[in-house]
């Protein structure tokens, strides 16, 4: 079994930074990828960030150049942190972290971002 502890998230103004970090512990695999995901009122939940092993990232257009995410793999944790620059009011949704390995994904519970004036 695999424990994500997310945190970050609230309420920022448009073209504002926010930064959302996600951990986690238990059975870890070596092989993993770890990311976020959002899902907006009435919208289906989408990707916005991973990052697999060597380094590689995989984000969705639609905040290329914005976020950025990066990944610390720990000796008995991995934390993946998502930096999310000049916040548009569609970012407004809540994120889920998401770790996947051999045996199956695992998500967290979400953390609400809203970005208003």
């Known amino acids: 079994q695999v424990h994500l502890v997310e945190s970050g998230g609230g309420l920022v103004q448009p073209g504002g930074s926010l930064r959302l970090s996600c951990t986690a512990s238990g059975n870890i695999f070596s092989i993993n990828t770890m990311g976020w995901y959002r899902q907006a009122p009435g919208k289906q939940r989408e990707l916005v960030a991973n990052?697999?092993?060597?380094?590689?990232?995989?984000?969705a257009n639609s905040v290329k150049g914005r976020f950025t995410i990066s990944k610390d793999n720990g000796k008995n944790t991995i934390t993946v942190t998502l930096q999310m620059n000049s916040l548009k009011p569609e970012d407004t949704a809540v994120y889920y972290c998401k770790y996947t390995q051999e045996d199956g994904d695992y998500w967290g519970k979400g953390t609400l971002v809203t970005v208003s004036s």
């Open positions: 990052a697999a092993n060597w380094g590689s990232t995989n984000y």
